[in-house]
């Protein structure tokens, strides 16, 4: 697999991080069955795309940017869905984490 192809993988497993983690909350606890499905697939979803690229990919700096980016994602979508807090200090970590991606993806394998 090209490197460019993994790293379209794993930025996808990173949005499919976020799906996840806001279908998780939408299930209130796994007792609603449709957001607990939609759960589980994109559990499924993200770990084969992540998997996948890891064939490719270092798994430290990988990792690293799947975590970032299902951790910032779900920081701005959190606050846009279900109105959570965004202070200047939380949009500062998100900010942080971003540049961490970055230099994580231009870093050389």
């Known amino acids: 697999m090209k490197a460019s192809t993994a790293w379209m993988m794993l930025i996808a497993a990173g949005l499919i991080d976020v799906a996840w983690a ?6 209130q606890g796994y007792t609603r069955p449709w957001w607990t499905a939609a759960s589980v697939v994109a559990l499924i979803a993200f770990v ?13 700096s990988a990792y690293a940017v799947w975590t970032g ?14 109105g959570e807090s965004i202070t200047p200090l939380k949009l500062g970590g998100v900010g942080l984490i971003v540049a961490g991606i970055l230099v994580l993806r231009g870093a050389p394998a």
Do not use: D, E, N, Q
Request: proline letters at 3%; zero cysteines.
């Open 48 to 60: 084969w795309l992540l998997g996948r690229a890891l064939t490719a990919l270092p798994v430290g």
């Open 22 to 27: 806001l279908s998780m909350k939408l299930s």
């Open 69 to 82: 980016i299902g951790a910032a994602g779900t920081v701005l979508i959190g606050s846009m869905l279900f």
